[in-house]
């Protein structure tokens, strides 16, 4: 009897550490989502008629309605033609300079405040395309602790589930 209650003890163990487990993994995936909070495929286009210098700067405005502990801007230069050079600057709602970008990567930021940023892509599209393609966009960073917390419930899932199963001893009767 004794070796009954022993292993279903050990069956309940190995249910509580799978149940908990998957619970630290489906608290944790919503906040891994990479989903961009801003995103824009654009190009800049040079008029020789009308652009001084040659020079062109689009500029795009997005709102932060929640606050991350940290987010990555990326600028990717897709043109064909190229531009010399093309780059990227993001301003908070009180015009702080959060960061910069020559050429294609990205920087972090903090936001610590809420409302509407700006985006500003800018560059000298070379001739004779006079454009020059460009994906930009800004995402939120996973916390670190989130991360932890899914890798935890996914090694507790695994370690429970890698354990041999123990072999029930039959009692004679």
Do not use: W
Not at 6 to 34: D, E, K, M
Not at 128 to 147: H, I, K, L, N, W
Request: glycine letters at 10%; hydrophobic letters at 45%.
């Amino acid at each position: 009897m004794n070796q009954i209650s022993t292993c279903r003890q050990a069956s309940r163990h190995n249910r509580l550490a799978i149940a908990l487990g998957l619970s630290l993994v489906a608290f944790s995936l919503p906040s891994l989502a990479a989903d961009p909070v801003f995103s824009i495929a654009d190009a800049l286009k040079f008029d020789p008629g009308q652009t001084p210098g040659g020079y062109v700067m689009n500029t795009y405005h997005f709102g932060l309605t929640s606050l991350a502990p940290s987010y990555s801007a990326t600028l990717t230069d897709t043109g064909l033609f190229g531009a010399d050079p093309i780059g990227m600057a993001l301003l908070s709602p009180s015009m702080k300079l959060m960061g910069t970008q020559i050429g294609s990567g990205s920087f972090g930021f903090s936001a610590s405040e809420l409302g509407t940023y700006t985006l500003v892509v800018a560059g000298k599209p070379l001739a004779p395309a006079y454009f020059d393609a460009y994906t930009a966009q800004v995402t939120a960073v996973p916390e670190a602790g989130r991360t932890a917390m899914l890798l935890t419930g996914l090694g507790l899932v695994g370690l429970r589930l890698r354990r041999p199963a123990r072999q029930q001893r039959t009692m004679p009767v």
